[in-house]
């Protein structure tokens, strides 16, 4: 045109301006822009101004856009509209907002394109703030009678991204022009704030109305069937998609593809789908490392991720270092894990969130705590992930009463966040730390591990108030938390109430009535769960698992036959096959119940390929039982063999040696100890008082009450002696006089922490007590008398099983 010596005008402009902003190309459209100043289209023609804004909005920076929205003489809507636009291009929400304020004192009528903005403006905003402006906005839209299908679909984003679904629902139910958008938002919607079911629910609502999902839908709900592991579901959808060329070559739906195989376990189905995208892009590579790397495919994601960036080209960015992180720390064949760190470092990534929750995790999973507390202690902003990822660290190590001080600390943090959010633009800056799912199903071990049933009940509370304790994973944790607690009908209630089960919760439940001692329950609960599984058509089978938690429970119940019975069942009826934890179970079994040669047998009879460190563990324990010298240094020979550096194996031996007197050996075995550097874990014992967790080591004179314990331990043990206590020992395994071996019972751990509980608490209340090791045949005696003289009832939960003491006897009748 202008070659043919024709002088573009305003109609022109605005024609190849518009074209220059969708090819992106700045340098052209400035060229257009700088012909547009000098045939003064650039002021007198307001739609050339306005297409100039808004390829600026997309191509330029915000000065440039200012700087020709400030140079047009006569501002119409379309102006307004460009420059609110471009300023949210900019994420300038506050700004935007300003600016939608100016455009109504300037007596500018809005449309729909400008609520359109404003909507995504204030869904950008604190809650609070946001609820308040957006609902205006709604509030305008009704009082025009605005009803068009976009901005509707604009409202729906901003009360769905401001955490408001059933409204963003609402809306959505009130209008008939629903349009792809409209599915599109809901589904994601739903599907990004884990209400996955509905948003399946939508999902066939839109096939039924007819309407044909394109990629955005597909991406939005293969998450769904991801989470839920719905794999069948996954299928159909990857089928609609092989049907839809422009669907299975879309990056996007690949991506989506391969996290839901691959959180549904099929691996290789993830793969092949990965290998056949032709439209690679970085988040499809991000997609499969992490697959590889969740289903412990290290060396997979470690190769696929230097073929990534040796091959591809492609660079990675803060997704992949998060996802690859994990496969280079477990990959035992990886030996620079600490150099991950400064790989991280060189790349520019150090500062960002999610990078740093992974080499904290990183740290965590070496064994160094105390790192990933600093680099959680230096970050400027902690997400959930940051919290739970330190909380996890904590209970993954042990240390469970720092995971329960940092949940409190995290709950603090979470009251000052609400305050500063009352004046702050962005709730984000601060960092949300509001427990979630993960953190309470992560945190509640730690509550049963320490006995801490208060501090659990406040957790199951917060659940509950926050609409949680309906999640699974939740729901399975409180389970299992009121079980270690000692309390049976708890758990069993909160089982019932159970609107989803999955196996995980049904072997929490079987395992708690197994700890309880309870086997005729458990095998009750195992046979409903076969049955409702094949009545009803239930994917809930019983797993490896399931039958360690069953044989757990047949042993401690002395149910010998039943136990095996179903041992030898166990493959044809349920296609399970025995491994080397069903052998070390049934091992226990036998051992237990003093049938030393039958379970000697079985461990001589176990496949040749497998790994008998565990039956030989179960073995040698049910010697140290039963006395059994003879079967108990065949044990412990193999066992040292094959684990010669762990300290319960020596232990154990020595422990035989001492209970038959045999003074020497039990003393060379120490010995050994000592040259290997092998150390003893000393006994331990918790119980909850108030808001905290007392610990007691044996023998141990640290606790602030500890001169008043053992005085009262003494002035118990001769009310005991009275009532026919005779203390037993036997269990002192060291070579000393008799009086001595008295005092040293006098300071077991589990005695000093019931000596506190009675103590501390009002008359009648029962005693909860936690302890790491097997409980000794003299604390088991003693605690049976104390429970009758002080007329409570004591639970003490061993490394095994439950007691509860109650007038004089134990639940476990003596048999553990």
Same mark, same amino acid.
């Given at each position: ?60 920076? #915000? ?20 420059? #609110? ?212 495919f290290n060396e997979n994601a470690i190769m696929l991720f230097m073929e990534m960036v040796e091959v591809s080209g492609f660079f990675p960015n803060t997704t992949t270092i998060s996802s690859v992180l994990p496969a280079c720390v477990d990959h035992e064949a990886f030996s620079d894990k600490e150099g991950m760190h400064g790989y991280v470092v060189k790349l520019g ?154 196996? #995980? ?216 002696k009275k009532a026919g206590y005779v203390p037993d020992t036997s269990c002192v395994l060291q070579n000393v006089d008799e009086e001595e071996k008295e005092i040293l019972l006098c300071g077991h751990s589990e005695k000093l922490a019931i000596a506190f509980g009675i103590l501390n608490t009002p008359p009648g209340t029962t005693i909860r007590v936690a302890k790491n ?44």
């Amino acid at each position: 045109m202008t070659q043919a010596g024709a002088e573009p005008d305003n109609f022109a402009f605005p024609a190849v301006l518009k074209a220059a902003t969708c090819i992106h190309d700045f340098n052209c459209g400035k060229q257009i822009h700088a012909a547009a100043v000098k045939l003064g289209y650039s002021s007198s023609s307001v739609t050339v101004a306005n297409t100039l804004v808004n390829f600026y909005g997309n191509c330029g920076d #915000i000065g440039d856009v200012f700087k020709v929205f400030e140079r047009i003489p006569l501002k119409d809507q379309v102006s307004w509209n460009s420059m #609110i636009a471009a300023l949210c291009r900019f994420e300038d929400w506050e700004l935007a907002l300003e600016g939608f304020r100016l455009m109504q004192s300037e007596r500018v009528e809005l449309s729909s394109f400008t609520l359109v903005s404003v909507a995504l403006a204030c869904s950008n905003l604190s809650k609070r703030n946001g609820l308040r402006l957006g609902k205006q906005v709604h509030g305008y839209s009704l009082r025009v009678d605005d009803r068009k299908t976009f901005t509707n679909n604009a409202l729906m984003a901003m009360y769905a991204k401001l955490g408001r679904l059933d409204d963003s629902k609402a809306i959505f139910e009130l209008f008939a022009d629903r349009d792809m958008v409209s599915w599109n938002t809901m589904i994601s919607s739903f599907s990004q704030s884990d209400r996955f079911y509905e948003a399946l629910a939508f999902f066939h609502d839109m096939v039924r109305e007819g309407s044909k999902p394109d990629g955005v839908t597909i991406s939005s709900v293969l998450p769904a069937c991801s989470h839920l592991e719905l794999l069948d579901m996954g299928k159909e959808i990857h089928a609609y998609a092989l049907r839809n060329n422009e669907l299975i070559g879309n990056s996007f739906v690949g991506s989506a593809l391969v996290d839901m195989y691959c959180n549904c376990k099929v691996v290789e189905s993830g793969r092949r789908v990965f290998d056949n995208i032709s439209e690679s892009r970085l988040g499809l590579w991000n997609a499969m490392i992490a697959g590889y790397a969740q289903n412990s495919f290290n060396e997979n994601a470690i190769m696929l991720f230097m073929e990534m960036v040796e091959v591809s080209g492609f660079f990675p960015n803060t997704t992949t270092i998060s996802s690859v992180l994990p496969a280079c720390v477990d990959h035992e064949a990886f030996s620079d894990k600490e150099g991950m760190h400064g790989y991280v470092v060189k790349l520019g990534f150090w500062t960002d969130r999610y990078v740093q929750n992974a080499v904290m995790d990183m740290y965590s999973r070496l064994g160094k705590i105390e790192v990933s507390r600093h680099i959680f202690d230096s970050m400027e902003i902690r997400d959930i992930v940051s919290w739970n990822t330190m909380i996890t660290a904590y209970v993954l190590c042990g240390c469970h009463e720092n995971a329960l001080m940092l949940i409190k600390e995290m709950q603090k943090v979470e009251e000052k966040v609400e305050e500063k959010n009352e004046d702050c633009a962005d709730e984000r800056t601060i960092g949300p730390s509001k427990p979630n799912a993960i953190t309470l199903m992560t945190v509640l071990p730690g509550c049963a591990a320490l006995a801490a049933l208060a501090k659990g009940k406040e957790i199951h509370a917060y659940a509950i108030r926050n609409a949680l304790a309906s999640d699974v994973a939740v729901g399975s944790a409180l389970v299992d938390m009121y079980a270690k607690s000692g309390c049976l009908n708890l758990s069993r209630a909160v089982f019932d109430g159970m609107p989803i089960r999955n196996v #995980i919760t049904w072997n929490v439940i079987i395992m708690a009535y197994g700890m309880h001692g309870k086997g005729e329950k458990t095998l009750e609960i195992f046979r409903t769960m076969v049955a409702e599984e094949r009545q009803r058509g239930e994917k809930v089978k019983p797993n490896e698992v399931t039958f360690i938690a069953i044989f757990a429970a047949c042993s401690h119940s002395g149910m010998v036959n039943e136990g095996l019975n179903l041992f030898y069942r166990m493959k044809n009826d349920h296609g399970i096959e025995p491994t080397v934890d069903h052998y070390a179970c049934v091992v226990d079994l036998l051992g237990r119940a003093g049938k030393m040669k039958e379970a000697y047998e079985l461990v001589n009879a176990m496949p040749p390929e497998c790994d008998k460190a565990g039956a030989w563990s179960s073995l040698l324990g049910a010697c140290r039982i039963h006395q059994e010298v003879e079967i108990g240094e065949i044990a412990a020979q193999n066992l040292l063999q094959l684990e010669p550096n762990v300290a319960s194996h020596y232990v154990l031996l020595s422990n035989i040696y001492s209970s038959a007197r045999l003074w020497d050996k039990a003393t060379e075995v120490r010995k050994t100890m000592k040259e290997l550097g092998v150390r003893k874990e000393p006994g331990c014992s918790w119980i909850e008082f108030g808001e905290e967790v007392h610990k007691f080591i044996a023998g141990d004179v640290s606790h602030p009450q500890s001169k008043e314990l053992h005085g009262f331990l003494e002035l118990l043990s001769e009310r005991m002696k009275k009532a026919g206590y005779v203390p037993d020992t036997s269990c002192v395994l060291q070579n000393v006089d008799e009086e001595e071996k008295e005092i040293l019972l006098c300071g077991h751990s589990e005695k000093l922490a019931i000596a506190f509980g009675i103590l501390n608490t009002p008359p009648g209340t029962t005693i909860r007590v936690a302890k790491n090791l097997r409980v000794c045949n003299d604390c088991h005696v003693a605690t049976k008398y104390i429970s009758k003289i002080v007329g409570r009832e004591i639970i003490v939960r061993d490394v095994r099983r439950f007691h509860h003491f109650r007038d004089g006897s134990c639940s476990c009748g003596d048999y553990w």
